[in-house]
């Protein structure tokens, strides 16, 4: 199964944007998902992960609060909902999994094995 992001584009500070992760080719649902994302100039940042049936989800520090994972293992896609975004926010933002039900130990999303090509955030005015 391949991996296929879509719902980036330009957003103005404070505003809220959804990201979608779909599977192709195949389904996601034995699968954890988490959410990279990558900076210009800057190391792939983990923001998040969740489980493979949805009941557990973790989120890197900075952006518990303003960002939302999700799942709807029926559409065979896994979301990410930004709200109250920041100029800094603007980057890559990737989907990614190790083809397991769990999600890796905190700190490590942006190790995942499998990565979409990401869509783009800018967050300007």
């Known amino acids: 199964v391949q991996l296929v992001e879509s719902g980036g584009g330009l957003v103005q500070p404070g505003g809220s944007l959804r990201l979608s992760c779909v599977g192709s080719?195949?389904?996601?649902?034995?699968?954890?998902i988490g959410w990279v994302r990558q900076a210009p100039g800057k190391e792939r940042e983990g923001l998040g992960c969740?489980?493979?049936?949805?009941?557990?989800?973790r989120y890197r520090n900075s952006v518990k609060g303003r960002f939302t994972i999700s799942r709807d293992n029926q559409k065979n896609t896994v979301y990410l909902q930004m709200n109250s975004l920041k100029p800094e926010d603007t980057a890559v933002y990737y989907c990614?999994?190790?083809?397991?039900?769990?999600?890796?130990?905190?700190?490590?999303?942006?190790?995942?094995?499998?990565w979409g090509k990401g869509t783009l955030v800018t967050v300007s005015s």
């Open positions: 990614a999994t190790d083809r397991i039900s769990t999600c890796p130990p905190d700190g490590t999303y942006a190790g995942m094995d499998y």
């Open positions: 080719g195949g389904t996601l649902d034995r699968y954890a």
């Open positions: 969740i489980s493979n049936s949805g009941d557990t989800t």
